[in-house]
């Protein structure tokens, strides 16, 4: 079975301080992983994803993520937020051979001027 | 490009009627995916055609969700009879053939049964 786990459904952040959304999974298997983000009536737009070739993942935005296969962890950074950063954040989890994709529960991220 | 097109944006419906929703991928993407968010739950898959083909559809609720794709192009859901519990947003994705290609989302339907 695979899940994913959000650990802060919202986050808080000052504008130009950095950003960290955190996300662990549990896979029996090389999971897909990925980072959505979703803002105000918009549909869901892939920020970056890991498919084993590298650890550390760039994304759009400034946005990367690294994965920690011993901590199970995906967790999203972005060194310095911007008010246009506001939005809800999904990691997401896919099995190798399954297209399905299982979704966190989100964490809506806030930027304060 | 044209992205992933739903229809409509918002749909209020009163309980045990039928409301139908549509879908027009990214032209050329052979497949198609439902996704829904009830309130205050994950999105949570529903199913996905390649092409016309249903190739897996575990994540449909129960038998008043009929979902189609006649043609290999657009694709429709029906809630027939809609239950207060179906409200939520409706996703619809759709990406390549080509295995490990990113999935694009649509804006969603927005779903309300009273």
């Known amino acids: 079975a695979q899940s994913v786990t959000q650990l802060d459904s919202h986050v808080s952040v000052s504008e130009g301080t950095p950003v960290l959304l955190r996300c662990n999974y549990s896979?029996?298997?090389?999971?897909?992983l990925f980072w959505y983000v979703q803002h105000p009536n918009k549909g869901l737009q892939l920020l970056l994803k890991y498919t084993s070739a590298a650890t550390l993942v760039k994304g759009i935005n400034g946005f990367e993520a690294e994965f920690k296969k011993s901590e199970t962890s995906f967790h999203l950074t972005k060194p310095s937020a911007h008010m246009s950063d506001a939005a809800e954040y999904f990691c997401v989890v896919s099995l190798t051979g399954r297209r399905a994709l299982t979704f966190g529960s989100g964490t809506r991220l806030q930027v304060q001027p | 490009e044209a992205g992933v097109t739903q229809f409509p944006s918002h749909s209020v419906i009163e309980k045990g009627q039928t409301v139908t929703l549509r879908c027009d991928p990214i032209?050329?993407?052979?497949?198609l995916y439902w996704y829904r968010r009830v309130m205050g739950k994950e999105i949570k898959f529903l199913l996905h055609f390649v092409k016309e083909s249903k190739q897996d559809e575990s994540g449909m609720p129960n038998n008043r969700f009929l979902a189609e794709r006649t043609g290999g192009t657009y694709s429709t859901l029906k809630v027939q009879p809609a239950e207060l519990e179906d409200s939520g947003v409706y996703f619809c994705?759709?990406?390549?053939?080509?295995?490990?290609?990113?999935?694009?989302f649509g804006n969603g339907t927005r779903l309300t049964v009273t």
């Open positions: 994705a759709s990406s390549h053939r080509d295995r490990g290609s990113p999935l694009h």
């Open positions: 896979s029996s298997y090389s999971p897909s």
């Open positions: 032209s050329g993407h052979d497949n």
